[in-house]
């Protein structure tokens, strides 16, 4: 019986907003190693059929929360933890493939295109003749350069991404396929080994998430094209890349990669996915009805619709914001309506408040307290709040914020954290012992409303609110993107080129181009 192939697993992962002042270190990446990667898997745990087809080896990956931009040394920190990683494990026994576990809008002061440049680190100690699989989000940036290093690629096709593990398993499958079999005569078994091929096409669009979710049109109809391209007889994979859009780097944009075996059903693949994009550019709007935060309280207040969202979207700990803006809870305790406890009941996710949290928890569940939170970090747009209130709940051990505190300022449920979190679940609330299906009026720090946060409002809108993730991109000051870009330009000289280029294989020289 032929041994199995061996497949490393390697990776870091981290959305980073370039315009939020918030710097994201080695530790929030909460590095995983060796076995603990394969227990984070279920899909290569033994028993499944990817583990009886490949031993999979775990080097070390990392999965930050959003943020600001990764200082170099956190980088070449966790970096250099891959390539000795890397380097023990090809040493015990060659390497087949190597799963690039990645986000794919991580940006790293001094460094662009730093998934490409971990890679480009990475086949120095694999090799040329490893097969390189990356799966992404589609919210991540795909260069030439980063296309050209894997074999295969793909991400998500759902956002709020609902599809995450369904991606991950499917790059790993792909891999295991493409090490195993190939197409025919191909001889894997060689260091000749055919590789798929690519067709790459960007597309000079960038657009936040808030507008581009697969809930509605017209992303709804783009990324469902994708199955009836990746049916094709000859393709192995059809992806669309949204791109990141709050961060300044060259290489953001929108992207489709078709991967196969017969070059015009890639190509043929890829151009009719970036033409659907294009042909759709003015069409993409907002997910919700949105406004000013005045003008979503005033809707909320006006509303019978029980519970009413607001989404303060422009401090999204999701999506890079630093967290502790404290814009939006001053705008809402500004209120008279919430002055008194039986006013409206209004619950407000979240600010960070170490020092708030620590005074909380001394006085304990029912005192009343005077607490400084929130904009450590990010004070362009307000300082410290400060709030007297009630203590109405604690809780130790979060992941993400380690404690959480509840104050009840007037009929407001102000959550106050140690460290950021970002608050999805029904049960980020009821851990809280907070009622959100029978408050008022929810506001959270998010863009478009998660799954069980969207099946929870009765009615909801996007608050237009100032921070890192600002919605209104214009306002940013990006100047380092490519351009002519959607909708920063409204007006083309010429149409763009939606041709495919078609990448060639990672063991081989990528020419120069403009791209």
Not at 14 to 41: M, Q, V, W
Not at 135 to 140: A, E, K, P, Q, V
Not at 197 to 204: L, M, N
Not at 444 to 455: A, N, Q, R, S, T
Request: hydrophobic letters at 40%.
């Amino acid at each position: 019986m032929p041994a199995r192939p061996v497949i490393a697993i390697a990776g870091l992962a981290c959305e980073t907003s370039t315009f939020t002042p918030s710097k994201t270190l080695a530790p929030a990446f909460h590095p995983k190693r060796g076995d603990e990667i394969i227990n984070k898997y279920a899909f290569i745990q033994p028993g499944t059929s990817l583990a009886r087809a490949a031993d999979w080896q775990g080097a070390l990956i990392g999965h930050a929360l959003p943020g600001g931009v990764v200082p170099r040394s956190a980088f070449e920190e966790l970096a250099s933890e891959i390539i000795m990683r890397l380097k023990d494990i090809v040493a015990a026994r060659p390497i087949q493939g190597l799963w690039f576990d990645i986000h794919g809008a991580m940006c790293v002061e001094t460094l662009d295109d730093v998934e490409a440049e971990l890679l480009r680190r990475i086949r120095r100690v694999i090799g040329p003749d490893v097969l390189v699989s990356a799966s992404m989000d589609l919210h991540g940036n795909v260069s030439r350069d980063l296309c050209h290093q894997t074999d295969l690629i793909t991400c998500y096709r759902m956002a709020p991404h609902e599809d995450t593990m369904e991606t991950k398993e499917r790059a790993c499958r792909n891999l295991v396929d493409l090490i195993s079999q190939g197409p025919a005569g191909s001889g894997l078994g060689t260091p000749e080994r055919l590789r798929p091929i690519k067709a790459w096409v960007p597309i000079p669009v960038l657009l936040p998430g808030e507008q581009t979710s697969t809930r509605d049109e017209p992303a709804k109809h783009i990324y469902g094209a994708v199955p009836a391209v990746e049916a094709v007889e000859g393709v192995i994979d059809a992806a669309i890349w949204v791109g990141y859009a709050w961060a300044d780097e060259p290489r953001n944009r929108a992207a489709v990669v078709v991967t196969g075996w017969d070059e015009t059903a890639v190509s043929e693949g890829a151009e009719k996915l970036a033409r659907l994009f294009w042909d759709a550019v003015e069409d993409f709007k907002f997910v919700a009805p949105s406004g000013s935060f005045k003008d979503c309280l005033d809707a909320a207040l006006a509303s019978k619709a029980h519970p009413y969202f607001i989404s303060d979207s422009g401090d999204n700990p999701t999506a890079g914001g630093s967290g502790d803006m404290t814009w939006g809870l001053t705008q809402l305790v500004a209120r008279p309506e919430f002055k008194d406890a039986s006013g409206p009941i209004v619950i407000y996710a979240s600010v960070p408040g170490p020092e708030a949290v620590r005074m909380a928890v001394e006085a304990g569940v029912g005192a009343t307290v005077t607490v400084t939170a929130g904009a450590e970090v990010d004070h362009i747009h307000s300082g410290p709040i400060t709030l007297t209130g009630r203590v109405h709940a604690i809780k130790h051990g979060d992941r993400d914020a380690v404690i959480e505190v509840v104050l009840q300022v007037g009929s407001i449920f102000a959550i106050l954290t140690k460290l950021r979190k970002p608050y999805h679940k029904e049960h980020d609330f009821t851990d809280l012992n907070l009622k959100p299906r029978s408050a008022d009026i929810v506001i959270v720090k998010i863009g478009y409303l998660e799954p069980e946060l969207y099946d929870m409002a009765a009615d909801w809108m996007l608050g237009l609110t100032p921070g890192g993730v600002d919605q209104d991109l214009e306002r940013l000051g990006h100047h380092r993107i490519r351009r002519p870009m959607w909708p920063f330009d409204k007006k083309f000289p010429k149409q763009p080129n939606l041709g495919a280029r078609i990448i060639p294989a990672s063991n081989k020289p990528l020419p120069e181009s403009n791209d």
